[in-house]
């Protein structure tokens, strides 16, 4: 019988979790659009079901049900380690694949896929409280020891993998992250009262929000813009808000919450300027759509970002001087280095090639075949 390939979604769940979950999402879109998803055996849990087969309509979906009275890390251990053992025999898979860190704790005895995604509790251990460390530490140990493969996604997050853990590097394969080109080419632009700028994933604090909300506030007397934020405040952001009121900004800089992928389309066409002042990206998935949106795109120097968006945006540095960021904002908005549409059309055109979903899901297809476990 010929074997298929496994796919790991359980960690995808009503509550969305930023650029992760989405690679997830266009991995799976992108194996539906190049037709290949009949080849596919998809795991999720059982309250996404529907969503995840609606997403890839012509794969098997499976639901894994584990104990709900369970923490989700607890949760997640506990059915990758003894629940997919199991399906994996019984829908003969020859491989499969983990998007996400924390893959089990067992070998499968079929070759095994894990996508990291990024190592910054690591290699940026002062950003993060001592038990974050530990856990990411933990599950790492287990995900490179026990998988076959490790996923970096960009050329920057494959040094830092090698460099940390030199002891697997001959296990990685370099794939960057899939996005959905097509969408945030066809947006309509998002119509307001006001022009405004723009900037997503605003609930961690390595995404230096705060520079961007203080070079604003420096720059507003001289621009009409509005400043949307969009994302979800989590505890350790909750102080943009709080910074936000006491300065008396509400009426320029707006929370929007999470938005779902269409109206984020939407929104991002329609921006004057997307900016991304983080201080850590693995990959920068925001930078892209907003440059596959044929938005100017302003960013940091940092991390993977200049290779992302193959120097082909706006970038500003020191990353934490608020000062720079508004000088870059206004050449950009009011001064001599804005871009032409044309401009903007190449820079999209050239993004599309490189990481459309179509384009990501085949490459991670015809990785997965070579290393897959052949007729049984």
């Known amino acids: 019988m010929k074997t298929k390939i496994g796919y790991d979604a359980t960690a995808i769940t009503k509550v969305h979790d930023g650029g992760k979950d989405q690679v997830s999402i266009n991995l799976l879109r992108g194996f539906e659009k190049n037709g290949l998803s009949e080849e596919l055996v998809v795991f999720c849990i059982p309250e996404m079901k529907e969503y995840v087969s609606a997403l ?21 251990i506990w059915t990758r380690t003894l629940l997919l053992q199991n399906l994996i025999k019984r829908h003969h898979l020859g491989v499969l694949l ?20 990024d190592i910054q509790t690591q290699t940026h251990k002062g950003r993060f409280p001592l038990r974050t460390r530990a856990l990411a530490a933990f599950f790492y140990h287990f995900d490179f020891r026990l998988r076959d493969w490790i996923i970096a996604i960009s050329g920057f997050d494959q040094k830092e993998l090698e460099e940390t853990y030199p002891a697997y590097s001959s296990k990685i394969v370099q794939i960057y992250n899939p996005i959905r080109a ?8 998002y119509k307001a009262d006001r022009p405004y700028i723009t900037a997503i994933n605003i609930q961690h604090r390595h995404k230096n929000v705060i520079t961007l909300i203080k ?21 350790e952001t909750a102080f943009l808000s709080t910074y936000v009121r006491e300065r008396d900004l509400s009426d320029r800089v707006k929370f929007l919450g999470f938005v779902e992928d269409e109206r984020l389309a939407g929104v991002l066409k329609g921006s004057a300027l997307y900016v991304n002042p983080s201080l850590f990206e693995g990959f920068g998935m925001t930078a892209v759509e907003a440059m596959l949106s044929k938005v100017p795109t302003l960013t940091t120097l940092l991390s993977a970002v200049p290779e992302v968006t193959m120097g082909l945006c706006h ?3 020191p990353a934490e001087d608020s000062e720079a960021l508004a000088a870059a904002m206004a050449a950009v908005l009011i001064g001599e280095k804005g871009n032409t549409t044309d401009e903007l059309k190449l820079i999209a055109e050239k993004l599309k090639n490189r990481y459309d979903y179509a384009v990501i899901a085949k490459q991670y297809y015809d990785f997965l075949l070579s290393i897959k476990k052949g007729e049984k």
């Open 98 to 117: 983990f998007p996400m860190s924390n893959t089990g704790l067992r070998h499968f005895g079929i070759p095994t896929v894990v996508v990291p995604h």
């Open 182 to 189: 097509d969408i945030f080419q066809a947006a309509e632009g």
């Open 215 to 235: 070079a604003f506030e420096r720059l507003k007397d001289q621009i009409p813009h509005d400043l949307y934020l969009i994302g979800r405040i989590k505890p």
């Open 315 to 317: 970038y500003y540095e």
């Open 56 to 76: 890839i309509p012509n794969a098997l979906v499976v639901p894994i049900a584990a104990r709900k009275m369970w923490k989700k890390t607890i949760r997640d």
